[in-house]
Nanobody, 115 residues
Framework: QVQLVESGGGLVQPGGSLRLSCAASGFAFSTYWMYWVRQAPGKGLEWVSSINTGGAGTYYVDSVKGRFTISRDNAKNTLYLQMNSLQSDDTAVYYC????????RGQGTQVTVSS
């Protein structure tokens, strides 16, 4: 069955960086667009970023443009999110997803930005 396993979250100070990874299995990873979505405390799921099958097309919510970079390694069935210049508003559980609404997603990894 479809499995998406995120890792790389943690506690970081404002201005810091983290790199999230998502190991995918159970489906043809290279044929799917992939997504990162997040859920901040007390809020709904928010689309953060998308990447097309080949990795050349990437898209971001305005609030993370210029700070986050999505990428993928189809040989390793792995999705990444490099997050730089982190801000307190980035605090959330981050999910790797196979659709933009997050209907098919992993268990999530907590990112906390705090001094």
């Amino acid at each position: 069955q479809v499995q998406l396993v995120e890792s790389g979250g943690g506690l970081v100070q404002p201005g810091g960086s983290l790199r999230l990874s998502c190991a995918a299995s159970g489906f043809a990873f290279s044929t799917y667009w992939m997504y990162w979505v997040r859920q901040a405390p007390g809020k709904g799921l928010e689309w953060v970023s998308s990447i097309n099958t080949g990795g050349a097309g990437t898209y971001y919510v305005d609030s993370v443009k210029g700070r986050f970079t999505i990428s993928r390694d189809n040989a390793k069935n792995t999705l990444y999110l490099q997050m730089n210049s982190l801000q307190s508003d980035d605090t959330a559980v981050y999910y790797c997803a196979r659709d933009s609404s997050g209907r098919v997603r992993g268990q999530g990894t907590q990112v906390t930005v705090s001094s």
